[in-house]
């Protein structure tokens, strides 16, 4: 499926604060440390894929129940896909089979990507760092946006494919966030 790049929307904030409101309640018995909108819809004025991204951010000790209380509210654990420290949940009503650029669930609801993400880990250092930096620095936000444009443009057919053609912009941005050569080659891998 083709990915879809939109301007920002102000009312990603606000479907962010309802999903956040839903979790703590499936969550209300395990003790997790936050949750958190990351990603491009996170960022104002930033073009980005109408997919929300969230880090649910806990210990390690937390990190098995966190898993059940979101497999018994019907989110499908995808496991760490390749990422140490973070394990991706499609949200219910999102099938399996799904590809991830699908924008919206049966019921209507914005699509999402939920990561259970373990504090201190490196994943949850890139979510946080890449928002920190493209918050601060409206020219390599613009420029992070021209490229997902750019990709948006060529139509480009899959997550994959996408993901590969940010990883330039998204190891500068790193970079900037003080990331040493070592990080930004595991984030190089990961991406390729």
Known sequence: MKVVIEP???AWEAEFARVRDDLHKILEDVPILSIEHVGSTSIPGLSAK???DIDIVVTPDTLAATRVALIA???VD????GVPGRVAFRQPGHERSQAATA???KSGAMRRNTYVVVEGSAALKNHRDLKRVLMQDVALRKEYGDVKQHLAAREVQDVDEYCRGKNDILL???KGAGWNEEELEE???ANQ
């Open 8 to 10: 920002h929307n102000p």
């Open 78 to 81: 995808f496991g760490e896909m």
């Open 172 to 174: 500068k941005i790193l």
């Open 187 to 189: 984030v190089r891998k």
């Open 103 to 105: 924008l919206i669930d």
């Open 50 to 52: 109408p997919v929300l």
């Open 73 to 75: 509210a019907e989110y």
